[in-house]
């Protein structure tokens, strides 16, 4: 029984396995079931079927089957150096461009002067060459695989030597490990291992080509996959252990294709079909500095916010309170009173003067308190008593006393405020906070507030701002004057800030004193809150600030070349136009789109400027895997998304 064209077409297509260069079965076959469909053509069925047959017996008699169950790693044993040759040409150029910023960065800031040392390293540029000049051998010459592996890589591996004084001191740091971590510092430890990044990047390169030539040669890796008309075979000469003789124009073109199929395909200078090379070329530069850059801005935010955190750095979020609210924050303290902690500090022998006294502005003394480690500091510590109609009274919730006392007033009254005396030449410092407990001269309350630093022999009347604190539990209000937040400032800028009232010279009694007061209009305080910076706010504050920077690297990036950074490291595209829909209703997409454009999987099978529409977007916007299961490329190769 005689097949119509239509069946014969299908019979041709499962017995057949034609190379994708033989353009004429391919168009016969088409010519054939164009025939069988065309109602115009007379006997169609009569021309389909003569073609058909005609192709059956020139077809080569592969099974499909066959052709399917082929071994991806066949004869890859034999061509092993030649099929990973365009992934040692792609490991080679991102060891150029790794090197470029590290050498620039050696030469300049390690460079001695009156030295020569650092011009050492330009000689990484040498041993580049030579990498790229062996590459451009293999695609000429037919060469001794394991030879030029063995060069390579013991010139790969001299790289990290060119970086002479950072060689150097990787060494010391494996060398002396137990010791180089000296005052306990993590940053001495990492730094050590910064210095064997050269030394890494050339480890990973033998570990990652060694591992790939072992897949390669066992399983098969179908983006290296080289089968080349005659395979490189060794002289017996002694004088041709290298070469051996030079490579023919078909395997050389074939190398060549190969080469730009892999690179140009599946890895960051992947291009489309119809881009020229040089933009690939300068694309994947652009991404490979820009995620250098990108690694070296997170090792420098990842040592800045490390040594903050060993440094015990705080973060201050700064907000503005009205008055009531920072009352009502102490009233939540058991027992808030006054502090003022004092000390001498312009001479760290003098001792502070003995009739140093500080009392109420009703004339009552505060409490002296000594710290038992020293004796050159001192603490007027004004004693709660929870008595509203006791006559220290005064200290309590100090000074919203009288805001507690009658519950009517939101101001501070201006009978608050307290007195400072001393005689003598010297010079005072002193701390006023209110907070539970003593403020002592190494307390939290001292340490994150400034001073006020009072100058001998004259009398100060002062007005005295409040501001609060937050340091995790621990609640404290601290009273500062515009005039003195500059330390040990001269007494010509003082005259210049209103908070001092008046003052007046008293160098001939030799007698200093301080009235400090507080403003009754004053209805909005400073809040601070100081918050430690945990590890996870900080790993979270260096991955803000990365995702920063990637973003407007990415922008850019995609402004200037029309694709993200990620986009042209992976060759990502979209499964479909239809999102995650388009994943898990895959069967059912198929079949409505082959049912309703049945012309659109000819067109994606199509090659040259023979393809359309379809093939540019399959090209460009969309992967189309979702239609056809396996598209022929040139040389046998599998098409990869860009």
């Known amino acids: 029984m005689v097949k119509t064209g239509a069946q014969n077409f299908k019979h041709v297509c499962q017995r057949m396995s034609y190379p994708a260069g033989h353009r004429d079965i391919e168009k016969s076959m088409r010519c054939i079931l164009s025939a069988s469909r065309s109602k115009t053509t007379p006997g169609r069925e009569v021309i389909a079927d003569k073609l058909a047959l005609s192709l059956i017996s020139r077809a080569p008699m592969v099974s499909q089957q066959d052709s399917m169950t082929k071994p991806a790693s066949e004869n890859q044993s034999d061509n092993l150096f030649e099929s990973l040759l365009p992934l040692r040409i792609l490991a080679h150029a991102t060891l150029a461009l790794i090197y470029l910023p590290m050498v620039v960065a050696y030469v300049i800031f390690e460079w001695p002067p009156g030295h020569l040392s650092a011009s050492y390293s330009l000689l990484a540029f040498v041993i580049l060459g030579i990498l790229a000049l062996m590459d451009t051998i293999v695609i000429y010459q037919k060469v001794n695989g394991i030879i030029f592996s063995i060069i390579d890589g013991m010139l790969v591996m001299g790289l990290p030597v060119c970086l002479w004084r950072i060689a150097i001191s990787g060494f010391d740091f494996l060398t ?60 017996s000469s002694c004088c041709c252990v290298l070469f051996s003789g030079r490579r023919e124009e078909g395997d050389r073109n074939e190398l060549v294709m190969h080469c730009k199929h892999y690179i140009f395909r599946h890895s960051y200078f992947r291009k489309h079909s119809f881009e020229p090379t040089l933009l690939a070329i ?164 001292v340490n994150h507030t400034a001073p006020l630093v009072l100058r001998p022999n004259k009398q100060y009347n002062i007005l005295l701002t409040i501001t609060s604190y937050q340091h995790g539990n621990l609640n404290w209000l601290s009273f500062n004057s515009g005039a003195f937040q500059m330390q040990y400032a ?76 990620i986009s042209n490291v992976m060759g990502s595209k979209p499964i479909s136009p239809f999102g995650l829909f388009g994943i898990f209703a895959h069967n059912y997409l198929q079949g409505k789109i082959s049912h309703h454009f049945p012309a659109m999987k000819g067109d994606l099978e199509l090659e040259g400027k023979e393809r359309g529409l379809p093939a540019y977007l399959d090209e460009v916007a969309i992967d189309t895997g979702y239609l056809t299961n396996h598209l022929n490329k040139q040389n046998g190769y599998q098409a990869m998304s860009n």
Not at 324 to 329: F, K, P, R, Y
């Open 490 to 565: 001269s007494f010509c800028s003082l005259i210049s800030k209103t908070d001092i009232i008046d003052f007046v010279d008293t160098t001939g009694t030799g007698v200093t004193s301080a009235a400090f007061s507080f403003s009754p209009y004053q209805y909005t305080v400073v809040h601070q809150q100081f918050s430690s910076q945990s590890v996870i706010v900080l790993v979270i504050g260096i991955l803000a600030s990365i995702g920063g920077i990637y973003a407007s690297l990415d922008a850019g990036y995609a402004i200037v070349f029309g694709r993200t950074m």
């Open 282 to 445: 300068v694309r994947g530069s652009a991404l490979a500095f820009a995620c250098i850059g990108l690694t070296v801005f997170s090792i420098y935010s990842g040592f800045d916010q490390q040594e903050s955190y060993n440094a015990g750095s705080r973060s201050i979020q700064e907000t503005t309170i009205p008055l009531l609210t920072a009352a009502l924050n102490q009233k939540q303290t058991h027992s808030p009173t006054l502090s003022v902690t004092s000390v001498a500090p312009l001479d760290p022998s003098a001792s502070i003067p003995g009739d140093f006294l500080v009392a109420e502005i009703n004339g009552i003394k505060l409490d002296l308190l000594t710290n038992k480690t020293g004796t050159n500091s001192q603490v007027w510590y004004c004693p709660p008593t929870l008595d509203i109609d006791s006559a220290k009274g005064i200290c309590d919730f100090y000074p919203f006393h009288s805001w507690y006392a009658d519950g009517n007033d939101t101001s501070i009254p201006l009978d608050m405020g307290f007195n400072i005396s001393w005689s003598g030449p010297t010079t005072m410092v002193i701390w006023p906070t209110v907070s539970q407990g003593i403020a002592w001269i190494n307390s939290i309350q």
């Open 176 to 235: 002396d490990f137990n010791h180089y971590d000296r005052g306990d510092n993590a940053l001495d430890v990492e730094l050590g291992i910064l210095t064997l990044t050269p030394s890494i990047i050339s480890v990973v390169y033998f570990v990652i080509m060694t591992v790939l030539a072992i897949i390669h040669m066992t399983k098969g890796i179908p983006s290296l996959l080289f089968d080349p008309k005659n395979p490189p075979k060794l002289k």
